[in-house]
Every structure is written in C-alpha cells, then in structure tokens.
C-alpha cells in the first residue's frame, strides 16, 4: 500500500514567511509524528499526534511552531515568521497506533529558509 | 529525558568485512530499540529493531544485540556490500511509549 506522503519535498521562503508543511501518513494508521533533521543530525521529536490531539508538543522548539491534524488523518506543520535556523528537513512519521513500536517515515520537506 | 548517543560517526569498510555500530541510552525504561538506514536524499528505513525482552535479533546480513544492564545496543553488518553505504541511525523508545530519541547517525562507506 502507499507510505507517508508529505508536501511539498521542497521549499524555499524568505526570512519572516510563514509556511505550511503537510503529512499524509498511511491509511489506518493513528499515531503520527513529525521529526526535524538539520545538517549532519539526527532526528529531533517535535509533536506526536493519537488521532487528532497532540498530547505531547514539549518537542517544539518555539511558539512560532504548531501542528494540526484534522479527521485522524492529513497532518499539517505550520511554522511562522520563519528564522535562517529553522532551515532543516522536517520529517513525518505513522504507526498503527500510540502502542505499535514500528515508526514508517514520509521523504521528508526540505525547507530552506533564505 | 531519553539520550542517545551513537558511535562511530563515520565508518569505512573494505566490501566483504564486517562493520559495527554502537549505541548507549540513558532511560532504563526504554523498551524498544530500532535501526534506520537513511540514503542520500531518501526517507529513512526501518532495517531492523529489539524489544528489551530479547538479547539479540538476526536478519540475513543484519543483526543487534542489546546489552539491557550496560545500556547499549549495536548494530552488525557482516559481508558488506556497496549498496549498504548510507547514514544509519539507532534509536530508543523510552517509557513515554511513543517517542523515539535517535542518536547523530554514522556514515558508513563500503568501498569495492
């Protein structure tokens, strides 16, 4: 079956833009995670998702940062005012469920912000 | 929290030899610990993973080991191949249950 989708797979913007990153994880599953790799890092944990609420956002690294998710499915990160340090690629994550170990990635969003 | 540390960083190999990674965490409640395997450009890949109740876990070339007590785990690659150069990443699960905390990843070149 098809994996995590995630839109677009690049994207370039301006210092102060916002922008909106979006998730589709794979059908059925309810648990999804959004990761960011910067340069020769790994992944950091942002914001887990059980359905559509975000028990857990203690990953995000500031208020200019925010994620939602509608209908259990499509998840969307929105990061305003971008920063030259939130240059990065931002990963989504699905699994089955909150108790399924086995994480499934999307390609990924690399964001450059100039 | 849960910390991962990774090592080496880089790791270069003769096609054929075998290569090792290893990993320490520091949250004694973590429970699961799974490998990706991240190429140029590419999502990361679940190659393999461990559950705390097992020692060790073979597939084919891929193996890991989890030493509980010390807090580490590693990776095994045995009869590289060049296909297998890429960045792999060890992660933990820690008590929160849903998390992972991946360590800084290690370059691994196969060289024909």
């Known amino acids: 079956g098809a994996g995590v989708s995630q839109s677009p797979s690049n994207k370039v913007t301006e210092k102060g833009k916002d922008v909106e990153l979006r998730c589709d994880p794979i059908?059925?599953?309810?648990?999804l995670y959004w990761y960011r790799q910067s340069l020769g890092q790994g992944l950091e944990f942002l914001i887990y998702?059980?359905?559509?609420?975000?028990?857990?956002k203690s990953g995000l690294p500031s208020d200019r940062f925010s994620a939602e998710r509608t209908g259990g499915s499509v998840s969307t990160l929105t990061i305003q005012r971008t920063q030259q340090e939130d240059s990065a690629v931002y990963l989504c994550?699905?699994?089955?469920?909150?108790?399924?170990?086995?994480?499934?990635f999307g390609p990924g969003t690399r964001l450059t912000v100039t | 929290g849960e910390n991962v540390e990774q090592h080496p960083s880089t790791l270069s190999v003769q096609e054929g030899d075998s290569a090792v990674i290893k990993c320490t965490y520091s949250?004694?409640?973590?429970?699961?610990f799974p490998w990706y395997k991240q190429e140029l450009g590419k999502r990361p890949q679940l190659i393999i993973d461990i559950r705390s109740n097992v020692g060790e876990k073979k597939d084919q070339r891929i193996a890991v080991t989890l030493n509980k007590t010390a807090k580490h785990f590693s990776l095994h690659i045995t009869e590289t191949q060049p296909e297998d150069s890429a960045v792999y990443f060890c992660a933990a699960k820690g008590g929160s249950n849903y998390k992972l905390t991946f360590g800084k990843g290690t370059l691994l070149t196969v060289n024909p």
């Open positions: 998702f059980q359905g559509n609420s975000a028990p857990d």
């Open positions: 994550a699905s699994s089955l469920n909150k108790g399924v170990d086995e994480q499934y």
């Open positions: 059908s059925g599953h309810t648990a």
């Open positions: 949250d004694s409640a973590s429970n699961y």
